[in-house]
């Protein structure tokens, strides 16, 4: 009779410690599977940077030729299926991604190598004439430093890019979790992130974050609305010039920025 007591006890006490433990071992498990995620993701965005830098070396600095490498490298992460209307899908929903959640800045060549290197050449073929740095015999080419950019013509003719990506967090209760850490947003309701909102939601609808992201941010009720909660990732690439570089191409898009 007193055995069968302690293994009812043994049993009630096993119970008791599993209630305990499983929200967190659940909870882990979810924030493995976000991980893994977000690493496939900034995977998949180095590789489709070093494509935009790729299609502007070849494009005199184009930026819409850049921003369709860094769609046609980000299209893996939105393919749901493998046929060819998946793969239409996953081209169009990483257009959209480019143009709205993502920008790219270009580090090099700056506007001060444009003013030093950049020489007016006439094309027939074209009947116009382009201000450009020239990519020709450049072993040949004078080495003395520019006046301004303080590189040679060699150096001007790196292309350079920084590139800001937002990247949808998905795992339910994680994603939340990752958005407010990442963006320091304080002053939750009594029930913390469990709430549907801040206690200053009111006040500001981002939740008054202290470290902002301005591209990659949503309002709280929208993040409640899609559970998609979106991070900041960044990726840079560098690659030579096959084309001369035009100042004129690297802002043939929107969204640009030139350094």
């Known amino acids: ?20 433990v499983a929200p967190l071992l659940l909870f882990f498990g979810f924030a493995t599977v976000q991980f893994v995620l977000l690493y496939q993701a900034k995977s998949t965005l180095d590789v489709a ?11 005199h600095g184009s930026m819409r030729a850049m921003q369709a490498g860094l769609a046609r490298g980000l299209a893996p992460l939105y393919a749901r299926h493998a046929d060819a209307s998946g793969v ?19 580090i090099s060549p700056t506007a001060a190598m444009t003013r030093d290197f950049a020489r007016t050449r006439f094309y027939p073929d074209e009947g116009a004439a382009h201000e450009e740095i020239p990519n020709d015999t450049l072993m040949y080419r004078d ?16 292309l350079k890019l920084r ?17 407010y850490a990442t963006n320091v947003i304080g002053n939750v309701a009594a029930n913390g992130l469990f709430s549907r909102e801040p ?17 990659c941010r949503t309002t709280l ?10 991070i900041a990732l960044e990726s840079e690439a560098i690659v030579r010039m096959q084309s001369p570089f035009r100042a004129d191409a690297a802002n043939d898009a929107a969204t640009v920025t030139a350094r």
């Open 163 to 179: 590139v800001h990506y937002c990247f949808d967090l998905v795992v339910p209760l994680v994603n939340k979790i990752m958005y």
């Open 1 to 20: 009779m007193y055995e069968y007591a302690d293994k009812r006890r043994m049993t009630g006490q096993a119970m008791t410690e599993f209630l305990i």
């Open 221 to 230: 009720v929208d993040g409640w609305q899609s559970q998609r909660w979106p």
């Open 88 to 106: 239409q899908s996953a081209m169009l929903a990483a257009r959209s991604a480019v143009t709205k959640a993502s920008s790219i800045a270009i």
């Open 49 to 59: 940077v070093l494509e935009a830098a790729r299609e502007g070396a070849v494009n």
């Open 143 to 158: 080495t003395s430093p520019g006046a301004e950019s303080d590189v040679n013509v060699q150096d001007a003719n790196l």
């Open 199 to 215: 206690a200053d939601a009111n006040v500001d609808a981002y939740g008054s974050p202290r470290r902002p992201d301005s591209l």
